[in-house]
Nanobody, 128 residues
Framework: QVQLVESGGGSVQAGGSLRLSCQAS????????MGWFRQAPGKGREGVAG????????THADSVVGRFTISQDNAKNTVSLLMNSLKPEDSAMYYC?????????????????????WGQGTQVIVSS
């Protein structure tokens, strides 16, 4: 059984930083994408950053390039998202996900939550 458990969300002022972590268990696939998505109230779920299972490539949404960095620790089965220079528009529920798609393709899907495995989410609130 695949389980993804997020942690590290919280409230921060604009310009601050947060690190989200995702502890994965039961995911034994050797290919695909581990990613972070977010969903703000009234909006669809969007891809934020993803890393190929083998760690060779990463994908970041244009809105977070230069501010967010995804990384993985295979020994600990964790994927982290370091978020710097946070903006109020970054406020959302952040979800960790794992799936068999290429990260870029997954991000482009209109309803990415229909594929893969998902955690319960962790809330990020950025105040101005």
């Amino acid at each position: 059984q695949v389980q993804l458990v997020e942690s590290g969300g919280g409230s921060v002022q604009a310009g601050g930083s947060l690190r989200l972590s995702c502890q994965a268990s039961g995911y034994t696939y050797r290919s695909g994408c581990m990613g972070w998505f977010r969903q703000a109230p009234g909006k669809g779920r969007e891809g934020v950053a993803g890393i190929r299972i083998d760690g060779l490539t990463t994908t970041h949404a244009d809105s977070v390039v230069g501010r967010f960095t995804i990384s993985q620790d295979n020994a600990k089965n964790t994927v982290s998202l370091l978020m710097n220079s946070l903006k109020p528009e970054d406020s959302a529920m952040y979800y960790c996900a794992a799936g068999g798609l290429y990260c870029g393709s997954w991000f482009m899907q209109p309803n990415p939550e229909r594929a893969g495995y998902w955690g319960q989410g962790t809330q990020v609130i950025v105040s101005s």
